[in-house]
């Protein structure tokens, strides 16, 4: 969120002020002008199934957990209007993690005090003495926010408090007696605690981001936090305060080794500009997270290592309680970026989330990675398939035709074999001849993707006066690709999940072709079209 972020005060009261001037529900003189483009935006732009609420301002992921056969997905939320405003707490539960039914608000806001990101869990034993029924309860712990302090200029306006469900999370009940469980210390950005349990050490864990690290804390019973360590000044990307942290421990993949995860947001300094995802791997003793020496040496090189160099994955964190018998690391980011999240052209909704993704640990030499890609309960929806084992040409290869594949709910998978030096150009189009463009420069070695001539850009500078980029690690000679698209993203996960770009775009109508062009030949092999039955 904005206000907090070190931004000059004008522009924080720029934020409030729009917030305040935002109530497309209540002010009659609005209703035609809203309804004329509700309609339009409802058609082309509500994602087909990508989480978006019904109506109102999503932000942040927040306190996923699984419990009882539901996957809980929680938000940052202002259900009166279309803008970032007072913070509320949404719900929305889901059997597989792709289709997700909207619930009542899970916590509300007193005046002036917003609930801000951090995380839930299921307290399996009640350590927390919380649990008051028969039910497992479920411990969320969150940011208070407290927007009276903040504009009398105090620094000590965010603390974390605790709300509690004994109903699996569809009522949350506020720890009066017992909040703050951690009072500010004296720093302006003290936010998003992500707790879960540590089965190394045994004991609770926290991670909380202070403006230029991570604290980490440890606990009990949940409710009495002790301070262990900081991790994070000077290492890795900086640009701006960090956010959202997430810790846990991963399975090395086809191995018994353990390593640690930080995944950390930050807002601005992202890989492609504002807001972006970057993590860290390490060790962690109970008490201090230490970086793993190798990963540390390409922290140095890259400045920062990313999760996703698109610039829509922001403040994405993990779910708590994926049964063992499963064993996943499940992980949902918000589908947009503080640079323009406010102004892009939907009215009724604002903000969605990603595809869920899978986040595995990998290992090649000595140098450990995390890969991503969408979980596969997305293939239950595969309605057809298109298969062609290659396709060979020059110039401009068209591989999906109007009218042949629904290209606002899909996957599309293919290889390009034998990669020149050169650039291979994938372009979605429609008749209008709006495109968005991505590939790979296989000269300087990056992967792109271009939403300048996507369709509508114009509602803020920032939404595409860039190509976005993502680094690859020298020349290739096979690339493998999977892309995810529905009507207002693409989402690119490229060999495997080695690299992935997440990006938004606004065409004035849907895309319907899909080619790829070179200067070289191109040979795409192994191509698969997904087209999915869901809305
Ligand atoms: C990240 C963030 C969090 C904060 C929340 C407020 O997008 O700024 O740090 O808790 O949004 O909505």
Redesign the pocket.
């Known amino acids: 969120?904005k206000s907090?972020?070190h931004l000059p005060l004008a522009f924080c009261s720029a934020v409030l002020l729009s917030i305040g001037s935002c109530k497309p529900y209540s002010a009659a003189a609005q209703t035609t002008a809203v309804s004329v483009s509700a309609s339009v935006e409802e058609q082309l732009y509500r994602p087909n199934f990508h989480y978006t609420p019904k109506k109102g301002w999503m932000?942040?992921p927040n306190g996923m957990f699984y419990a009882d056969g539901q996957y809980h997905l929680l938000y940052?939320y202002y259900p009166d209007g279309n803008k970032?405003g007072p913070?509320h707490w949404g719900h929305a539960i889901s059997i597989d993690l792709i289709k997700w039914e909207e619930q009542p608000i899970a916590i509300y806001p007193d005046k002036d005090k917003?609930i801000?990101?951090g995380s839930a869990t299921v307290d399996i034993n009640n350590t927390s003495g919380l649990g008051t029924g028969k039910m497992t309860p479920i411990v969320a712990i969150y940011?208070l926010?407290d927007m009276a302090k903040e504009k009398d200029n105090k620094i000590d306006f965010e603390q974390q408090d605790i709300a509690y469900s004994n109903d699996n999370g569809f009522t949350w009940q506020k720890f009066e007696e017992g909040n703050p469980v951690i009072k500010n210390p004296g720093i302006r950005d003290f936010?998003?605690p992500k707790m879960s349990w540590d089965g190394m050490h045994k004991q609770w864990i926290m991670v909380l981001?202070a403006q230029d690290r991570v604290q980490l804390y440890k606990s009990k019973n949940l409710k009495n936090w002790e301070y262990l360590s900081d991790f994070g000044k000077n290492i890795g990307a900086h640009g701006g305060v960090w956010?959202?942290p997430d810790f846990f421990q991963m399975k090395v993949e086809g191995t018994n080794e353990i390593k640690w995860v930080l995944i950390q947001?930050l807002?601005p300094g992202g890989a492609n500009g504002g807001?972006g995802t970057q993590y860290f791997i390490g060790d962690f003793d109970g008490t201090t997270f230490t970086l793993d020496s190798n990963f540390a040496k390409r922290t140095e090189q890259e400045k920062a290592v990313w999760l996703d160099y698109g610039k829509d994955n922001?403040?994405g964190v993990t779910w708590n309680n994926v049964p063992n018998s499963d064993g996943r690391k499940l992980f949902i980011g918000?589908m947009s970026n503080?640079d323009y999240a406010q102004q892009v052209p939907t009215f009724i909704w604002r903000g969605s989330t990603t595809i869920a993704r899978e986040i595995k640990l990998v290992k090649k030499g000595s140098a450990y990675s995390l890969i991503s890609n969408p979980v596969k309960e997305i293939d239950k929806y595969i309605s057809k398939t298109i298969k062609e084992k290659s396709l060979k040409g020059k110039g401009k290869l068209d591989f999906v035709t109007a009218g042949k594949i629904d290209l606002t709910k899909a996957i599309v998978n293919f290889d390009l074999k034998n990669l020149k030096q050169d650039t291979y150009t994938f372009i979605l189009s429609n008749t209008l001849g709006e495109s968005l463009t991505f590939g790979i420069n296989n000269s300087d070695h990056y992967l792109f993707a271009d939403r300048s001539k996507s369709g509508k850009t114009d509602f803020s500078e920032k939404f595409a006066s860039t190509v976005t980029k993502a680094a690859l690690e020298g020349e290739q000679k096979d690339a493998a690709f999977k892309i995810v698209l529905d009507k207002t993203s693409i989402e690119l996960f490229y060999n495997n999940g080695e690299k992935v770009i997440t990006e938004i775009f606004f065409s004035n109508q849907p895309f319907t072709s899909l080619s790829v062009s070179s200067n070289q030949e191109i040979e795409l092999s192994n191509l698969v079209i997904n087209q999915l039955n869901i809305n």
């Open positions: 969120m907090k972020k932000n942040d940052q970032w913070m917003y801000f990101s940011t926010h936010r998003d981001a956010e959202c947001s807002n807001s922001y403040a918000w503080w």
